[in-house]
């Protein structure tokens, strides 16, 4: 009879601390609409950005911890601007990296990739790349082709994803 007695002070001591919120509680600029979403953790850093359009070779990069970047080249000459996400993560050793880019919304594009070059700097060589479609389907090696230094190609819009490894 005590554990019974036990158990229900545990379980009414976990009910008195839910919170409940109603929403009066929840601020009118929530959740904040300009902001793009961004993550940090040890070995790990994640981030939003808008992939820019017009004539000319355009580069997004990030570095993570100081030891490596993830660059991604590419010209797209028209279409409308999209927002795609970076993903970098590196091993607890500091022996294997990563780097994925990718469209976080969406899978239907218009943009299409005149040219791309995407590079691991700061690692000895990669090792596994692949582009791939929606859904998760890989796109035909023609578009793109992988050496030590890069990958590199040029997409059409059906690509939602690039992937690196060392």
């Known amino acids: 009879m005590a554990s019974v007695g036990k158990m229900l002070f545990v379980f009414l001591c976990l009910v008195s601390s ?28 994640s981030e939003d950005f808008d992939l820019e359009i017009g004539k000319g070779l355009k580069t997004f990069e990030r570095n ?14 028209k279409g409308e601007t999209e927002e795609w996400r970076v993903t970098m993560s590196q091993s607890p050793d500091l022996t294997a990296y ?40 890989p796109l035909p090696e023609e578009e793109y082709k992988l050496d ?12 939602n994803s690039l992937y690196i490894y060392n």
């Open 98 to 137: 990563s780097c994925i880019i990718e469209r976080p919304g969406p899978t239907k594009s218009d943009l299409n990739f005149k040219q791309f070059k995407m590079s691991l700097i700061g690692v000895n060589e990669i090792n596994y790349g692949e582009a791939y479609g929606a859904p998760s389907v």
């Open 18 to 45: 839910i919170v409940f919120v109603t929403p009066d509680d929840i601020p009118e600029d929530w959740p904040p609409k300009d902001e793009k979403f961004k993550y940090e953790a040890e070995g790990l850093y």
């Open 64 to 77: 993570l911890d100081d030891v490596f970047t993830c660059r991604l080249s590419y010209e797209i000459p």
């Open 148 to 159: 030590k230094d890069k990958m590199e190609g040029k997409i059409s819009n059906t690509s």
